[in-house]
């Protein structure tokens, strides 16, 4: 009879039942390490989502605040333009009320005691007044006798032969130009000379 410690299959299983047992001890030590190492990075991933948290709030509260500022200034600047537009003119007004003050004076005189002397006085006087507040408010006279014609700042209404004029000149001026700020505010309307 064979006993059973001496059968050549026995050992093996025996064997193989102790590794399977020291396999599963030194498995339960790198579970526990990998378990607590893998806590370890939780918590950092944690601590660092709730950091970017935070600074998503502060960034999203910026912005939100950013956000309003340039919808007040939009509206300021909004209102600004419309005053702008509406008292652009302020300044002018004030003076040309004084030429309409003098006008009107000129108006009321008894046409009896007037001569045409006075009144051709007062005439220049307002004339005077008038051309004192463009002069003041930058409006420019365009009278461009003589000159070569520009057709930027000349409207052509006819040409004519002349002989005493170079070709392409202004003969003359039926109605004087203005330009405001160097920007043309009414051509100058104009008779050019051509050579015959």
């Known amino acids: 009879m064979i006993k059973k410690k001496d059968s050549p299959f026995e050992e093996p299983i025996e064997v193989k039942a102790e590794l399977d047992t ?79 003050d003098s006008m009107e004076r000129g108006l009321e005189t008894d046409a009896q005691s007037a001569s045409v002397a006075t009144l051709l006085e007062g005439q220049a006087l307002t004339w005077k007044m008038l051309a004192k507040v463009m002069q003041d408010h930058d409006l420019e006279l365009i009278d461009p006798k003589g000159e070569a014609f520009n057709p930027e700042f000349h409207e052509a209404v006819t040409v004519q032969p002349c002989t005493e004029l170079e070709d392409n000149s202004v003969m003359e001026v039926l109605q004087k130009g203005y330009k405001l700020h160097d920007r043309l505010v009414r051509p100058a309307m104009v008779v050019v000379s051509r050579k015959p």
């Not at 030194?26 to 944690?46: F, K, N, R, T």
């Not at 939100?64 to 302020?90: T, Y």
């Open 22 to 100: 020291n396999s599963e001890a030194e498995e339960v030590e790198p579970a526990a390490a990998v378990a607590e190492a893998g806590a370890d990075e939780l918590q950092v991933l944690q601590l660092a989502l709730g950091n970017a948290e935070q600074e998503l709030v502060l960034h999203r509260d910026a912005m939100l605040r950013m956000q309003a500022e340039m919808e007040n200034l939009r509206k300021r600047l909004i209102r600004d333009q419309e005053k702008s537009r509406k008292f652009a003119l302020e300044r002018i007004m004030k003076d040309l009320l004084q030429v309409r």
